[in-house]
């Protein structure tokens, strides 16, 4: 199916003061319009796919926002609004004493045939929530999965739309929802209160829930699919990693404890004894990250892909996308944090002295942070000439520069790292220094955790960490939680660690 377009475009332009909507609606480029900023005391802006322009020199008045403001619906207590039976979204900016001085006025588009990218996925029955950020396409996504499996499937689907972003506002839904049906929420505190109501109440196949982003959301989430219900949403993150180290969505693809392993099968694993592990089955069995508007990563076996995780062990991904005929195409992604490549296809790595690094297009600083944390002291060089080991980013590598090609023609590995999340950096790490005999960094601190997490529940008042990096920290809070106890962070940069307590025991 082509991807067909309905933005019911001037009826956002109707609620503008005549002398911004003229000018505005003049432009060439008006159908890839974004959205409209108002900002009191400020000339107004539009921002389109590919450019940002001042609509007029004269700035915005107390009574342009006026204008604006009662032509829309009444503002929720998430300072959203809309215009009755479209998608557009109205977001208000206030000062202190509540009044509006700023307007956010969002075109809201209907795009159908967006889902044939996943369409199978969504048809299979299986739960699958979609990651991304802000202003990729999720809740456009969602707005047409709920339709295909209501018209095309013919399923019973409710919509949960907490911001009526899904099915627009008014009473009547937007008819890019097809025969869904839209279960309104009068304040997104309500949120999981009406995810619970439309299951029992109604008896709906499929639930459709943008933004899950609190813990008894998460909860709620996990209940319906207890049930037996498919649930398709939206969770606040851009890959499966940010779900792992957020403890209030965790639950969401099984939740993570802190497991102590026997002697003998830390041994027979090759691990430490405390160790990171899922809890239960996942609330959703397939997770996709949508990278792109036309490109998405795909875990579909979630449950498979965290236990991978938390094992440090490289993930394979599918990714799929749509090329220039509109046909969906599809690829094996390697280590997602990491492809080596030179013009021989270099094999890894294996002399007996310190590898020598150079970085090209990677930061610094993040990379020797990681290897701080890993026990590891780097020998990075300032002359590719002298390196054993170049490192550079996707982007630099499909760039093919100049340095590239000639670290190909000298033959010296090329370590690609596709993203720098600490995750990828450390399997960067483990394939480089793979002959080194070091502990494993993350289970030794786990370990140090769950021994602080005893002597407080012993009687200790407090008990202090060593000094580790963000991603850690985030691990041990989450140990720390799941025990009933409180922790924060002390210290500046390097210094930064831990403290497990009791409350009120804080010292």
């Known amino acids: 199916m082509q991807k067909v377009i309905t933005d019911d475009l001037n009826a956002l332009l109707d609620i503008l003061p005549e002398h911004i909507r003229q000018p505005l609606n003049a432009q060439p480029d008006i159908s890839e319009l974004v959205e409209v900023i108002f900002d009191l005391g400020r000339a107004p802006e539009a921002r389109f796919f590919s450019r940002e322009i001042t609509i007029i020199p004269q700035d915005i008045s107390e009574l342009d926002l006026e204008y604006v403001i009662h032509r829309v619906s009444t503002f929720g207590e998430d300072n959203r609004a809309g215009i009755e039976r479209t998608l557009h979204r109205i977001s208000a900016i206030r000062n202190r004493k509540g009044t509006v001085i700023g307007l956010t006025c969002r075109v809201g588009r209907a795009i159908y045939g967006t889902i044939k990218i996943i369409q199978d996925l969504v048809e299979s029955g299986n739960s699958v929530l979609l990651m991304g950020r802000p202003g990729v396409g999720k809740t456009t996504m969602l707005r047409e999965i709920a339709r295909v499996l209501a018209d095309d499937i013919r399923k019973r689907v409710v919509i949960v739309d907490t911001s009526n972003e899904i099915a627009g506002d008014g009473d009547i839904p937007h008819p890019g929802i097809g025969r869904a049906r839209r279960m309104q929420v009068t304040t997104p505190s309500l949120q999981h209160a009406v995810m619970i109501e439309a299951v029992e109440n109604h008896m709906p196949q499929v639930i459709v829930i943008d933004e899950i ?295």
């Open 213 to 507: 982003g609190t813990e008894l959301e998460a909860r709620a989430a996990r209940t319906i699919a207890e049930r037996g219900v498919q649930l398709i949403g939206t969770a606040h993150g851009n890959t499966l990693e940010n779900l792992i180290v957020n403890p209030t969505l965790s639950d969401l693809i099984g939740g993570i404890q802190t497991v102590t392993l026997s002697d003998e099968e830390a041994k027979r694993r090759g691990t430490q004894k405390s160790i990171l592990e899922r809890m239960s089955p996942p609330t959703f069995s397939i997770v996709v990250e949508i990278q792109e508007r036309d490109k998405v990563a795909i875990h579909a076996d979630v449950a498979a892909a965290v236990d991978t995780i938390l094992r440090g062990q490289p993930l394979d991904t599918e990714i799929r996308w749509t090329d220039e005929n509109g046909d969906v195409q599809t690829a094996k992604e390697t280590p997602p944090g990491l492809e080596t490549k030179t013009a021989s296809k270099a094999k890894k790595v294996k002399e007996e002295k310190k590898p020598r690094l150079y970085l090209f297009g990677v930061n610094k600083g993040r990379l020797e942070q990681i290897a701080k944390e890993m026990h590891l002291v780097l020998d990075i060089v300032n002359n590719a000439n002298t390196s054993t080991i170049f490192i550079t980013s996707k982007a630099y590598y499909r760039n093919r520069t100049q340095k590239i090609l000639d670290a190909e023609a000298a033959n010296i590995p090329i370590y690609v790292l596709k993203s720098n999340t600490p995750n990828q950096i450390r399997q960067l790490l483990n394939s480089i220094y793979t002959t080194e005999p070091r502990k494993d960094p993350v289970s030794d601190a786990m370990q140090e955790a769950q021994t602080a997490i005893n002597q407080v529940m012993k009687g200790d008042p407090l008990v202090e960490l060593r000094p580790q990096g963000a991603y850690i920290r985030r691990l041990q809070h989450l140990v720390a939680e799941q025990n009933n106890l409180f922790s924060d962070s002390t210290g500046k940069e390097t210094d930064r660690h831990v403290r497990i307590y009791r409350r009120g025991m804080k010292g």
